[in-house]
């Protein structure tokens, strides 16, 4: 699963490389979230904004990295594409997520003045 | 221009085939006129219906085939899907409710999530076994700007 970390303004990034996160690759995510956030920042951005589609296992996968990261840090979302939206808000998990239009907001900063 | 109106696909029950054969469904409903946000519902509602074949039906059945029927209504698709696989229990099929997002963290549900967006999706959901297959049957109603 390709995916990637970075550190911007205190948050760490994990950005996902793939235009899917589906049955055929919930646990391999999983695997890989709990490898790049062992440690860093208490907050943590997925950037979904490459990921055109998940389906009910990408979605478990993602309520399991949450579940990984512990109360003591945080797991925001940003830039859901509208399909990938839609699941969110359809199985009511948008309530449990703190969910971004993009990276720079849910950093703090303005998109337009980034 | 005839647009086409009916896909029959045949694939192997494995994770990747149906990977592929959601390819093949968006490329259909494209060129069906769909336009993304009806494609992205049919997407979400075959993708957790073919899945459930190949985790719950052929979980332990190797080299299992699975058949997709899709046929283009003006305001609705029409899907059939068949497998060979095991019996699909009756409770699978009773009514989901939503999951308890109100949770401790340690609590929050993974999973009971597709056939929620099944239900929420598609309509008039039927299935049979007849025989050694699996038959479900369903329809997805199509938003189609007047």
């Known amino acids: ?73 945080k797991l925001h979302l940003a830039g859901l594409l509208p399909n990938v939206a839609k699941v969110f808000r359809l199985t009511r998990m948008d309530m449990v997520f703190a969910i971004h239009p993009s990276v720079a907001e849910a950093t703090g900063r303005r998109a337009d003045s980034a | 221009m005839t647009l086409p109106t009916k896909l029959a696909i045949r694939f192997d029950a494995t994770e990747m085939a149906v990977r592929d054969a959601l390819a093949q469904v968006l490329a259909f409903l494209r060129d069906a006129g769909l336009d993304s946000d009806n494609s992205g519902k049919a997407e979400i509602v075959l993708a957790e219906a073919l899945n459930n074949i190949v985790e719950h039906a052929y979980c332990d059945i190797a080299h299992g085939k699975v058949e997709l029927q899709c046929t283009r209504h003006p305001s609705r698709l029409e899907v059939t899907i068949l497998d060979q ?62």
């Open chain 1, 1 to 73: 699963m390709q995916m990637s970390s970075t550190e911007r303004e205190g948050f760490q990034v994990v950005s996902v490389e793939e235009s899917r996160i589906d049955a055929a690759v919930a646990i391999a995510f999983k695997d890989r979230m709990r490898q790049l956030t062992e440690s860093g920042p208490s907050q943590v951005i997925l950037d979904l904004s490459t990921v055109d589609f998940i389906d009910s296992s990408g979605l478990g996968a993602i309520v399991a990295a949450m579940k990984q990261l512990g109360t003591a840090r």
């Open chain 2, 85 to 146: 696989g095991k019996p699909v229990p009756v409770h699978v099929f009773a009514k989901r409710g939503y999951p308890d997002t109100d949770s401790a963290l340690p609590d929050l549900p993974e999973g009971g999530f597709g056939w929620l967006l099944i239900q929420t999706l598609a309509e008039n959901l039927t299935y049979q076994r007849v025989g050694d297959t699996n038959c479900l049957r369903l329809t997805i109603p199509l938003l189609v700007a007047a």
